[in-house]
């Protein structure tokens, strides 16, 4: 069942690799202000991670008991794999924060950040000096169990609303962004400065010749 078709208090799950997204992402869920989330992003470019609502829970899934989402209706948490916890790099315990999660009443659904894989590994380098998605992909079998929803970030800077809108639909979800606020999140996209014009290509001229173009 969808977020909104079920009756229970409900907690979407955003993860992904270190620098896929996850600020970005809860961006455009708290944005929206029906969610209860990560709202300090609305008036801050960039919050520690260590100040996430659920940052605590995630490293103490009994901790969740104390986070009180009321009177919203849905949560949205995010973490990466791995994140760094008081100077320490570790991983998510993804099945014991899911099933306290569920303990507590809670309807649980997973989304997966997809970034492209090169800008990716050059983003981990620059910031944390090592490639680490690897690390992310040994959980992927127990988070695909949960039936996931992708998020891309590619797309989302492609077609932005459209795309957001899509997302909406297939959580069940209202994401009602405004246009200033959205235009706001996406006014830089964080790839451009990872790429450079390629040179000509073998096929280029030929393309351009059956394209009638010269």
Excluded at 14 to 29: A, E, M, R, V, Y
Excluded at 60 to 85: E, R
Excluded at 172 to 194: F, G, R, S, W
Aim: with cysteine.
């Amino acid at each position: 069942p969808g977020l909104a078709k079920i009756s229970m208090k409900s907690l979407l799950i955003i993860t992904g690799p270190q620098g896929s997204g996850n600020h970005l992402w809860s961006k455009i869920f708290a944005a929206s202000g029906v969610l209860y989330g990560w709202s300090a992003l609305n008036d801050n470019y960039w919050v520690p991670h260590d100040q996430e609502p659920f940052a605590e829970a995630w490293h103490d899934p009994n901790k969740l008991k104390d986070i009180d989402i009321w009177p919203k209706a849905i949560a949205v948490t995010s973490i990466s794999c791995p994140y760094a916890y008081h100077g320490e790099t570790v991983e998510p315990d993804y099945e014991k924060f899911i099933n306290e999660a569920k303990n507590l009443g809670y309807h649980v659904k997973v989304a997966i950040i997809g970034r492209d894989q090169n800008v990716l590994r050059y983003q981990q380098e620059r910031v944390r000096r090592t490639v680490s998605y690897h690390r992310f992909e040994r959980h992927l079998d127990y988070l695909c169990s949960h039936d996931p929803v992708f998020l891309s970030t590619e797309l989302l800077y492609l077609y932005g609303q459209r795309y957001i809108d899509s997302l909406a639909r297939q959580l069940h979800i209202h994401l009602d962004i405004p246009v200033d606020k959205l235009a706001e999140i996406l006014a830089e996209n964080p790839n451009a400065k990872y790429f450079v014009p390629a040179l000509e290509q073998p096929l280029d001229n030929y393309v351009r010749q059956v394209s009638g173009i010269e």
